[in-house]
Nanobody
Framework: QVQLVESGGGLVQYGGSLRLACAAS????????VGWFRQVPGKEREGVSC????????YYDDSAKGQFTISVDNAKRTVYLQMNSLKPEDTAVYYC????????????????????WGRGTQVTVSS
């Protein structure tokens, strides 16, 4: 079993930055993709960015390209999402999840089948 715990959310002004962290504990994440997903009430959850925990393959949704950066610290077993130039439309609950799959397909299609989910962290961007 793997436990995922998100942190780093909060209230930030338009144009500000936040760095989210997803700390993993328990079993190894070797071979897993770990991703960041966000959801706004009444809307479908969307995959923002996913990374393979061991190989470093990275995927970004079009909405995240040039604005967000995903990275992994294997020693700390933590996946980060650096979010810059935040806009009100980035307001959402951000979740991290893990699945044994290619990161691009995990982000785009297979998150409903993720093996593990965190509880989420709220990001609110004020205008």
């Amino acid at each position: 079993q793997v436990q995922l715990v998100e942190s780093g959310g909060g209230l930030v002004q338009y144009g500000g930055s936040l760095r989210l962290a997803c700390a993993a504990s328990g079993a190894t994440l070797e071979g897993y993709a770990v991703g960041w997903f966000r959801q706004v009430p009444g809307k479908e959850r969307e995959g923002v960015s996913c990374i393979s925990f061991s190989e470093g393959y990275v995927y970004y949704d079009d909405s995240a390209k040039g604005q967000f950066t995903i990275s992994v610290d294997n020693a700390k077993r933590t996946v980060y999402l650096q979010m810059n130039s935040l806009k009100p439309e980035d307001t959402a609950v951000y979740y991290c999840a893990a699945m044994k799959h290619h990161p691009a397909d995990f982000c785009r299609y297979y998150s409903p089948y993720a093996d593990y989910w965190g509880r989420g962290t709220q990001v609110t961007v004020s205008s």
